[in-house]
């Protein structure tokens, strides 16, 4: 079964604390997605991972992959309210004749004073 | 450049009723796609196209239609509605096939349908 565990599901956080996203697949795959999600909103892209260690950086969010242990995180240093939002993992897999993203369930994020 | 639009934003249909969801995108890019989201899942592959006068089916095809008649639109039809098709539609496009490319989808701002 072609699936992508993220936890937690939600998150509350304080302003100024660290804490990681983890996105667990279940399959082979050497593509990461990482996108946000504002209520209401659209999906915006953040980062894509493409080989194993990637790490990729974009102001207070980092990202990694590690494909052999078939995991990704997505890290959050000092966190700010305005990075409250949904976050969504995502792997690329060929599956059914077709290329395909499949997503997790996403992980809530609330920052609070 | 306005990128991938969806309209309607909003519906409320009853079940039964037919509608059609129109994307459009303004990259010229060759595969668009048809998502739905439902609350604590993560997006769900209804349809997609690889290019113009194609289309195929994703995860969750079953009663949905779709035509791509020109390559800027995507059209996502629902026959005869059913209240578990009320959800949130995401329409995406990207300029190639994943595979060869580190390039996300562009995704639209999403229609909200809810059927009664």
């Known amino acids: 079964e072609l699936k992508v565990e993220q936890n937690p599901l939600f998150l509350s956080m304080q302003e100024g604390k660290n804490y990681t996203i983890y996105c667990n697949y279940s399959t082979t795959s050497d593509r990461l997605y990482w996108y946000r999600q504002d209520p209401g909103k659209s999906l915006e892209s953040l980062f894509v991972l493409l080989s194993n260690g990637a790490v990729k950086q974009e102001g207070r969010l980092m990202a990694s992959l590690d494909t052999k242990a078939r995991l990704s995180t997505l890290h959050i240093t000092a966190a700010v309210h305005d990075l409250s939002a949904t976050y969504f993992c995502?792997?690329?897999?060929?599956?059914?004749?077709?290329?395909?993203?499949?997503f997790g369930a996403g992980t809530r994020l609330a920052v609070h004073p | 450049n306005a990128g991938v639009t969806q309209t309607p934003k909003f519906r409320v249909l009853k079940t039964g009723q037919s509608m059609t969801l129109l994307c459009a995108q303004d990259m010229n890019h060759e595969y668009m796609y048809w998502y739905r989201q439902d609350p604590g899942m993560g997006l769900r592959l209804i349809h997609y196209s690889v290019g113009e006068g194609t289309t195929a089916k994703g995860e969750v095809p079953d009663g949905y239609n779709v035509s791509r008649l020109k390559k800027q639109n995507f059209l996502l039809g629902l026959e005869s509605a059913a209240p578990s098709q009320t959800s949130v539609y995401f329409c995406?496009?990207?300029?190639?096939?994943?595979?060869?490319?580190?390039?996300?989808?562009?995704f639209g701002d999403g229609t909200r349908l809810s059927i009664l």
């Open positions: 995502a792997f690329l897999t060929y599956s059914g004749g077709y290329n395909k993203l499949i």
């Open positions: 995406a496009s990207s300029y190639s096939t994943f595979w060869d490319s580190n390039q996300p989808q562009h």
